[in-house]
């Protein structure tokens, strides 16, 4: 009995290892799906599709290098908000 729960626990253990390895892997693949696009890389869109925008360069363009463009939760691209960056963007809110 003893040697077929070590079997048992052997397989979930190298089975949950390779489910937390395939997510990783799709995490990785997901975020090569998106890229800085537009004039000034403001935009974060699928990785191939060239955005056009103004070339107008607004001082809250510089949080964007505190944030990361990447497949969102919703499936889409988008930039990942985390403190660093919604700090940055309150700077520029109109007081």
Do not use: D, R
Not at 16 to 34: D, F, V, Y
Not at 40 to 65: F, T
Request: net charge positive; with cysteine; proline share 7%.
């Amino acid at each position: 009995m003893k040697p077929l729960m070590g079997i048992l626990i052997s397989i979930l253990i190298i089975t949950g290892c390779a489910t937390a390895e395939t997510k990783t892997e799709q995490n990785k693949a997901q975020n090569t799906l998106c890229e800085k696009s537009g004039c000034n890389g403001e935009i974060c869109a699928e990785k191939g599709k060239k955005m056009i925008s103004p070339c107008v360069v607004l001082p809250q363009h510089q949080c964007l290098k505190m944030s990361k463009c990447e497949v969102q939760p919703n499936g889409k691209c988008g930039w990942t908000p985390n403190p660093e960056y919604q700090a940055c963007l309150k700077k520029f809110l109109p007081k």
